[in-house]
């Protein structure tokens, strides 16, 4: 399988926004998601889509954090809109084959990437 690739992170102030990708070639039938990781603490999901496009995403991104694939550029993206330092942390792209039934379980993803950092300073 073709690795997965983040990219996108950087530093940015509370309430501004950053667009992360993950170069995805050949997973149009995979569940894909992004999950995060903060110094100290477990990773945890933040959004997942399957290949019907139905999403879901963590309480604490709802209505800032928007997740979608790029059909014609082969991409994973998640869009986040109103960022806050708790959302600080190392961001991953996740992929598993087929549909999936919990989106935001690290079990269920058999594929990963290194991940990108996102600083968000107050």
């Known amino acids: 399988q073709v690795p997965l690739v983040e990219s996108g992170g950087g530093s940015v102030q509370a309430g501004g926004s950053l667009r992360l990708s993950c170069a995805a070639s050949?997973?149009?039938?995979?569940?894909m998601g992004w999950f995060r990781q903060a110094p100290g603490k477990e990773r945890e999901g933040v959004a997942g889509?399957?290949?019907?496009?139905?999403?879901t995403y963590a309480d604490s991104v709802k209505g800032r954090f928007t997740i979608s694939k790029d059909i014609a550029k082969n991409t994973l993206d998640l869009q986040m809109d109103s960022l806050k330092p708790e959302d600080t942390a190392m961001y991953y792209c996740?992929?598993?084959?087929?549909?999936?039934?919990?989106?935001?379980?690290?079990?269920?993803?058999?594929?990963w990437g290194q991940g990108t950092q996102v600083t968000v300073s107050s």
């Open positions: 996740a992929a598993s084959y087929g549909v999936i039934s919990w989106l935001l379980r690290r079990s269920q993803y058999a594929y």
């Open positions: 050949g997973y149009s039938s995979y569940s």
């Open positions: 889509i399957r290949p019907d496009g139905y999403t």
